[in-house]
T-cell receptor, first 118, second 117 residues
């Protein structure tokens, strides 16, 4: 089955540090990947849609300069939390859909990254 | 904008019994997709079942089935013969029928299901 690998699974860092999270589709190509944020006991909130070879589309209220997204290849998207602060602590999840697939095909989710900013 | 509502923050079911989780949604589209995802304590998102809006037949996957009422914009999940491994957070999700960037998922707030002995 389609596998999405997300790395790292857990990161703890000091305030002011920039943190990069990788999302890789291991056995399929993904023109589009999605980045979600999930607070404890809450739902997944879409942050942005990552498009291979072009700029990401951010949801309303998400700071583009704070959450940098790069989708340089059909199998890799990265989310960089710049100058992270404690309020950025959260669980971040990526997902990917196979290139050319219709939206009835499920998004394949990574295992998530727990980000803790001290 | 599409919205998805899950009005049951928590539900409990005894092992081997049946439980139904509710979901309603709002959309102006006539064709779309609906999903139920399970998120266990590991926090991995697992697809449970999906429904295409143009199909009148309710989707079924083993012990999981849905009751899709398009006119009422209702999409409930029935879990039969509940097992301890079914304990998780369940999210209802909506997706428009497009390819590419427009096909993003909108999630409900989730229902935490407890399974007791």
């Amino acid at each position: 089955g389609a596998v999405v690998s997300q790395h790292p699974s857990w990161v703890i860092c000091k305030s002011g540090t920039s943190v990069k999270i990788e999302c890789r589709s291991l056995d399929f190509q993904a023109t589009t990947m999605f980045w979600y944020r999930q607070f404890p006991k809450q739902s997944l909130m879409l942050m942005a849609t990552s498009n291979e070879g072009s700029k990401a589309t951010y949801e309303q209220g998400v700071e583009k300069d704070k959450f940098l997204i790069n989708h340089a290849s059909l199998t890799l998207s990265t989310l960089t939390v710049t100058s992270a602060h404690p309020e950025d602590s959260s669980f971040y999840i990526c997902s990917a859909r196979e290139t050319g697939a219709y939206s009835n095909q499920p998004q394949h989710f990574g295992d998530g990254t727990r980000l803790s900013i001290l | 904008a599409q919205t998805v509502t899950q009005s049951q923050p928590e539900m409990s079911v005894q092992e081997a019994e049946t439980v139904t989780l509710s979901c309603t949604y709002d959309t102006s589209e006539s064709d779309y997709y609906l999903f139920w995802y399970k998120q266990p304590p590991s926090r991995q998102m697992i697809l449970v079942i999906r429904q295409e809006a143009y199909k009148q037949q309710n989707a079924t996957e083993n012990r999981f089935s849905v009751n899709f009422q398009k006119a009422a914009k209702s999409f409930s999940l029935k879990i039969s013969d509940s097992q301890l491994g079914d304990a998780a957070m369940y999210f209802c999700a909506y997706s428009p029928k497009y390819t590419g960037t427009a096909s993003k998922l909108t999630f409900g707030t989730g229902t935490r299901l407890q399974v007791t002995l």
